[in-house]
């Protein structure tokens, strides 16, 4: 039995750090940028995994980890 990681419910707005990003499509795992001011693709297979909200992406897929910026 593969140990599931804890999903991260609905949307979460951010900003200022990196995530790293696990799309629900294909489990790439991609950093993405919390300030984000394009729309953020998975470079597997093309989902979008963040988009811009007015100075903050919106990051709507898993979030595996948080890497701050410094
Ligand atoms: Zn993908």
Do not use: W
């Not at 990681?5 to 940028?33: H, K, L, W």
């Not at 984000?36 to 990051?59: F, N, Y």
């Amino acid at each position: 039995m593969a140990r599931r990681p804890t999903r991260v419910p609905g949307v979460i707005t951010m900003a200022g750090n990196f995530y790293s990003v696990r799309c629900g499509d294909c489990e790439n795992e991609q950093i993405v940028f919390g300030k984000a001011s394009t729309e953020v693709a998975c470079a597997v297979c093309g989902t979008t995994l963040a988009r811009p909200t007015g100075g903050k992406a919106e990051i709507e897929h898993e979030i595996v980890e948080t890497v701050e910026s410094r």
